[in-house]
């Protein structure tokens, strides 16, 4: 059974940090990607960050410049280090992982969600 676990969120003054993590086991298939990603009541769940088993990263606008993700491989464990952090960051954020088959099948999981909540 895949498991997606996060951790890391919670309550942070504007211009803060937090350092959210996320580890992604029991898959059988190929890792190909993480990546984060919020969402808040009434809206749509929006990308932050994703990073590839490449190197490749991709992020939303609204966080270029104060995000960074990056991944570990062999671990199948992605960090998510949100800098310069603002009320409109405020949202439960998920994580996502992405398993490809030998046969090219795309297998997505996503974790439970953890709340980044940005007040003072």
């Known amino acids: 059974q895949v498991q997606v676990l996060e951790s890391g969120g919670g309550l942070v003054q504007p211009g803060g940090s937090l350092r959210l993590s996320c580890a992604a086991s029991g898959s059988a298939y190929s890792l190909i990607s993480m990546g984060w990603y919020r969402q808040v009541p009434g809206k749509q769940r929006e990308l932050v960050a994703s990073i590839e088993t490449d190197g490749k990263t991709d992020y939303g606008e609204s966080v270029k410049g104060r995000f960074t993700i990056s991944m570990d491989n062999v671990k199948n464990t992605a960090v998510l280090q949100m800098n310069n952090l603002q009320p409109g960051d405020t949202a439960v954020y998920y994580c996502?992982?992405?398993?490809?088959?030998?046969?090219?099948?795309?297998?997505?999981?996503w974790g439970q969600g953890t709340q980044v909540t940005v007040s003072s």
């Open positions: 996502n992982a992405d398993f490809r088959s030998d046969y090219g099948f795309l297998y997505p999981y």
